[in-house]
């Protein structure tokens, strides 16, 4: 499952790159037609890379939850539960090593 989630999230960047550098040249075309200020063209630019950031952010956290999921249906042992037995048996062999 993780193989899938890595393979849609690089489609989407590729998807998102591709995107990038075809509204890069179309908002270079309408500046060259003077329909846009290249400062106009800066600022769209900046909200789709933003827009695209959250979105990467966005899916991390998303796959960070699907991964939490499985590895709970799986039966897998979160670190914090891990570092929760070692303590408890530390906790146990120095009460052994009392006696």
């Known amino acids: 499952m993780s193989d899938i989630l890595r ?6 960047l590729g998807a998102a790159v591709s995107g990038k550098e075809k509204l890069d040249r179309k908002l270079q075309e309408l500046v060259d037609k ?3 200020s290249q400062e106009q063209a800066r600022t769209v630019m900046r909200n789709f890379v933003e827009k695209g950031e959250m ?17 709970k249906e799986l039966g897998l042992a979160t670190k914090e539960e891990i570092n929760e037995l070692r303590a408890r048996i530390s906790v146990l062999e120095e009460k052994l090593d009392e006696e």
């Open 7 to 12: 393979k849609g999230f690089l489609l989407g």
């Open 34 to 36: 003077n329909e846009l």
């Open 55 to 71: 979105k990467t952010d966005e899916w991390s956290t998303k796959q960070f939850e699907q991964t939490q999921d499985m590895a």
